[in-house]
């Protein structure tokens, strides 16, 4: 998505300014996930300290990633693309944690919007076997 993106807004460099912000920050996140695996394997490290700054940088980037980068998507990916790049997705492992997550605590109209943007066979496996296992876990 982001080679089309790129490509499409190369006359915008106002555009590409964000495509290029996006993966600065991106680039800042791997490091904090490894340093939270390192604090979890280390006592000495500070846990606390360390998942405050994963967490304030991670709201920093989805705050300007919402605002900025997703209406760079919408106005320039074709229904049919966004579509094909939802679709690629699906065989991801991960996908069965990512979705429930992605709506969890939205309130039901907004959590509609978001699984009317995948697929309808995701969104059915979402709704048969993904929601009912995630909200069955015990997160704390």
């Known amino acids: ?14 555009a590409l300014s964000v495509l ?6 991106h680039s800042l996140i791997d490091p904090l996930l490894a340093t939270v695996d390192q604090a979890l394997d280390d006592e000495q490290l500070p846990l606390g300290d360390v998942i405050g700054e994963l967490a304030s940088t991670l709201r920093g980037h989805l705050d300007h990633e919402e605002r900025d980068a997703l209406p760079l998507i919408g106005a320039t990916l074709t229904a049919a693309e966004w579509l094909g790049v939802m679709a690629s997705l699906q065989p991801a492992p991960d996908l069965s944690e ?16 978001v699984l009317a943007m995948f697929p309808p066979a995701l969104a059915q496996r979402y709704r048969g076997e ?3 296992w995630y909200n069955a876990v015990s997160r704390w």
Request: no cysteine; proline share 10%.
């Open 20 to 25: 290029d912000e996006m993966v600065a920050e």
């Open 130 to 132: 993904w929601q009912p």
């Open 98 to 113: 990512l979705v429930p997550w992605l709506v969890d605590g939205l309130p039901a109209n907004d959590a509609a919007d």
């Open 1 to 14: 998505m982001w080679p089309v993106l790129r490509t499409r807004l190369a006359g915008s460099a106002a």
